[in-house]
T-cell receptor
Framework: DTAVSQTPKYLVTQMGNDKSIKCEQN?????MYWYKQDSKKFLKIMFS???????INETVPNRFSPKSPDKAHLNLHINSLELGDSAVYFC????????????FGDGTRLSIL | QKEVEQNSGPLSVPEGAIASLNCTYS??????FFWYRQYSGKSPELIMF????GDKEDGRFTAQLNKASQYVSLLIRDSQPSDSATYLC????????????FGRGTSLIVHP
């Protein structure tokens, strides 16, 4: 059973489009995260939710909007996609938000044409 | 700005040797330290975590933490070609901001 699952695995789309990435975890964790990993492999946190409440919102363009319908799901919607949004987006979860190890999904590779 | 620094490498070691990966961090309030392994094209997976000064061993892996000097290291004994990957150091503070900060990773190559 996949612990943290993201869909889709690959996303190829045109500049200016709107797209969503979905994430679900079946670990019973309270905290979920979105990370962006650029071409230089730098993993940068974007958002974190704890029990459906937004607790981390890093300096991310407001074209990115996370949504957590329940603590097992954290989706990411991106409006007006730009070339610089091309990256691998990882979802992760942890038991709590305080000093807990994280479990990562397989990633979504987003390519903007 | 909290920073986590790692030598990008690549660090090349022969099979059977000890690989030593180092990480320094800027935030003295950091409380928890994690090592993740990431194979090319895959997601990060947790190898070790350590909270207290000293050594923590798990199989061939040993994490070492020195809060006074603000560094954490990962030793891999009896390195295998399958250990070839990028190793990411992550640091998290407590008390207000729980933002996990990752280093840029060290590429390890274990050659037969």
């Amino acid at each position: 059973d996949t612990a943290v699952s993201q869909t889709p695995k690959y996303l190829v789309t045109q500049m200016g489009n709107d797209k969503s990435i979905k994430c679900e975890q079946n670990l019973g964790h309270d905290t979920m995260y979105w990370y962006k990993q650029d071409s230089k492999k730098f993993l940068k946190i974007m958002f974190s939710y704890n029990n459906k409440e937004l607790i981390i919102n890093e300096t991310v363009p407001n074209r990115f909007s996370p949504k957590s319908p329940d603590k097992a799901h954290l989706n990411l919607h991106i409006n007006s996609l730009e070339l610089g949004d091309s990256a691998v987006y990882f979802c992760a979860s942890s038991r709590g938000h305080n000093n807990q190890p994280q479990h990562f999904g397989d990633g979504t590779r987003l390519s903007i044409l | 700005q909290k920073e986590v620094e790692q030598n990008s490498g690549p660090l090349s070691v022969p099979e059977g040797a000890i690989a030593s990966l180092n990480c320094t961090y800027s935030d003295r309030g950091s409380q928890s330290f994690f090592w993740y392994r990431q194979y090319s094209g895959k997601s990060p997976e947790l190898i070790m975590f350590i909270y207290s000064n000293g050594d923590k061993e798990d199989g061939r892996f040993t994490a070492q933490l020195n809060k006074a000097s603000q560094y954490v290291s990962l030793l891999i004994r009896d390195s295998q070609p399958s250990d070839s990957a990028t190793y990411l150091c992550a640091v998290q503070s407590s008390g207000g901001s729980y933002i996990p900060t990752f280093g840029r990773g060290t590429s390890l190559i274990v050659h037969p």
